[in-house]
Structures are given as structure tokens and as C-alpha cells.
């Protein structure tokens, strides 16, 4: 059997828009952080903006901005301090839906935030289930911050 | 002459769909692994999940699922264990083309793949040579587990 066979594609065309509304929790200090240093450089730890660090993720997304708020997926990657002069961060996730219409759906999120911004845009450039051959825009806006914790308003829209 | 042109988009868009059928071969054991760690946090060996795992790999693809089958391209990327309460991992690879019609082209996949569930899907979220602009899915299934090392049999499908 041939490794590959090419066919004309027949398959339903984005045409949706779907905006997603929830609270990203990046917590690192405490007993139970959602985030993990994994890398680092000689200098990161001297540099201003952290240059250099690799962190693993794996965070609740809820539908209010309290972590006690309903659970409505997961936010899980990796982001690195990728700016030498500000805190841009390299960001490469996969927000896991498993609560509402979506459940079962990811969406994939790769680009550069620039957390202290007030308004941000990352790509949405892919996602499986509902949201197959998908492409959008996240906006990212800075909730609240607790020493190095934060919780992330997401605005999240995807033509779908 | 300035950095940047823009002209009205006169490329072909995306109107085919090709499947490919392949196993990738992920051996982390022995001693011609094609999967090394490179990262990881002072908590990953104690997780259940290897949490904060970060690996490379530069993998065979073959047509069919015996490693000494006709080798069709590699895999190579990274994926790094980004779920606390499962195997999930962060993909982040591609998939180098180099026998039959699409030898040359790269297929890109970006996603998160709960390795354990039968039946997966991660995005395809480009490519190069005959996928440029291309977008899909991919459905990895585990055809065999040996200790730490999988086949995995590969259905991916790019609209192109």
C-alpha cells in the first residue's frame, strides 16, 4: 500500500468564528505551582529578564478569573524568556477543552507575549476536534499579579 | 530597497487532500536511541508523569511497522511531558519527507498527544515543498510498546 495518496479535498472550510472567554493561572511559587523551570543558562539567573529560562506547564483554565471557579481545560506547554530587554516570551501550547460545547477539542497557541503589555496577540494556529484546520488570535491581558504568580485573561478567537 | 513587498496573492491555494500512512519509531532505550532527554526539572523523576521532560528526537519513518522496513523519512522535533495527571505530551516536529512523490517536502506537527488514549489527533500546521501553505491533522495510534520503546502507526491527512 503507497505511503501517501492525494485526493481533491472535499472536507468543510473554515467559516465559523468562535470566540473563547476564560482565566489562564500561572502559578510558580508555593507547594503546588502549575509551572516548572526545566532550562536555564549560565547567565539567566542574572539577567534581567530571566534570558534563557524553559518552563514547563500544565494550568487550570477556568471560566472566572478565581481559581476556584468552574475548570473549563488545561493550558500546557512550555514558554522561554526569549527578549533580552523585556519579557517576551516564546509560547508553545495547547488549550485542552474539557467542559461545554468543546470538550474533547484543543486549540494550538504558538507565538512571542510580551506579558507586561496590556494588550497582547499570540496565533492561533491549529487545534484538533471541533477546532480542525483552525487559525486565530488569542488576547492575552494580565488579570492580576501576585508576586510572580499571575492569572491571564484570555480572549480567544478561532475560524474554525 | 526596503525589506518588504506586498502584491496581491496569486499562489495556488490549498485544494487537495494527501493521506500518509507511516510508523514512526521511537526507541529511547539501548544503544542507538533516537530519543535523548535534554531538560528536565529536580521534580520529573519523581512525577508519575515525568513531568517536565524535555526529549529530541531524530526518528525513522517507515512505510511499514518493522523498523527494518522501507525507510520513508524521520521524524525530528522535540516533546516534553507537560501533563501532571497523565502521559500528554507536547509535540513539537517535523516530518522530513525523503522517498516517493513527497520527498523534499516537510509536513509540520504541533499539538498534544495523550499518549495513552487509542485513538489521538494533533495538528498539522504546515509545511514546505509540495505543503507549503498546507494545514491537517495526524492520528497517531500505538501499534507496539517494548519496555519504553513504541511504534507508532501514523494516518495524517494535509490539506494542500
Known sequence: KPY???????????????????????IISGDKPTTIRVAEAP???????????????????????ELSSKEVGRAQGLY???DMKTFGFTMVFNFVFTEGEFNGSTAALYGRNPILLEERELPIIGGT????????????????????????????????
Open 4 to 26: 501517501s495518496k492525494t485526493t481533491p479535498f472535499q472536507g468543510n472550510k473554515p467559516d465559523k468564528l468562535t470566540h473563547l472567554h476564560f482565566y489562564f493561572h500561572d
Open 80 to 82: 522561554a524568556s526569549t
Open 43 to 65: 547567565g539567566t539567573n542574572s539577567s534581567a529578564t530571566v534570558f534563557g529560562a524553559v518552563l514547563i506547564v500544565d494550568a487550570p483554565v477556568t471560566e472566572g478569573p
Open 129 to 160: 476536534g471541533d477546532f480542525r484546520f483552525a487559525r486565530g488570535y488569542a488576547l492575552p491581558k494580565t488579570y492580576k499579579v501576585v508576586n510572580i504568580d499571575a492569572v491571564v485573561e484570555y480572549n480567544v478567537f478561532i475560524w474554525h
